[in-house]
């Protein structure tokens, strides 16, 4: 259960994260939206903090199953139940293993960018999270499939997710509940787009 403890303590640093800017994105949220993305990815990413510990010794799929399915459940909104749907998508696709190889991780990467694209249904330039994780996961894949070290495919998708939802602020909103106000969302980047690249960049770090 290596793997699974593994995804345990990344699920924890992605609380930590969270955390730490969710005033920020609460704020970021209330300026065409409602405000609520801060609160929501931290009660989202608390449930699933505490439901991947308590899955202890189980395997990367045991404990990515239980902390998705509570992160979708106590969050509320829109983007818990994508990053619910995705956490648990690439928990399937780790299933048992007991470690993986580069293989892996870009499986794992793409099942967690398809369960988002597939439930949310955002395409590029919608100004959503998708924008940040489609550019993290092209550029992943792409260090991957030029032979790159894990750590080195990591630090250059997750520069990519930051620059990609720093782009967005120049973007009119086209899915979710800040479309009506898609003027005043202009020149501000997307909230999920940015907590996206903000854990990209801890997870990161944690596994270089
Ligand atoms: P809610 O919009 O329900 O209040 P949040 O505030 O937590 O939920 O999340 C808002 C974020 O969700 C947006 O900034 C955007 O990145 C993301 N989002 C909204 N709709 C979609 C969608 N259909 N596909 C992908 N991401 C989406
Ligand atoms: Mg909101
Ligand atoms: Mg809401």
Known sequence: AELGRQAAAIISQIRNVVIEHEEELGKLDAIAGDGDHGIGMRRGVDAAATAGDAAHGSSAKGVLS????????RAGGTSGALWGSAV?????SLGNRESYSAQDAAAAV?????????????????????????PFRDAFLGELDGGNPLDR??????????SAAAATAEL??????????????????????????LIAARVSQFID
Request: hydrophobic share 50%; charged share 25%.
């Open 153 to 162: 495919a990591l630090a250059v998708a997750a520069a990519a997710a930051e």
């Open 88 to 92: 648990i998508a690439a928990g399937q």
């Open 172 to 197: 009119r909103p086209l899915k979710g509940r800040a479309r009506p106000l898609a003027e005043k969302s202009l020149g501000h980047p997307d909230p999920g787009a940015v907590s996206f690249a």
């Open 110 to 134: 793409e099942a967690f960018a398809n369960a988002i694209t597939e439930l949310g249904k955002a395409e590029p330039g919608d100004k959503t999270m998708v924008d940040a994780l489609l």
């Open 66 to 73: 239980a902390a998705g399915e509570a992160w979708s459940e």
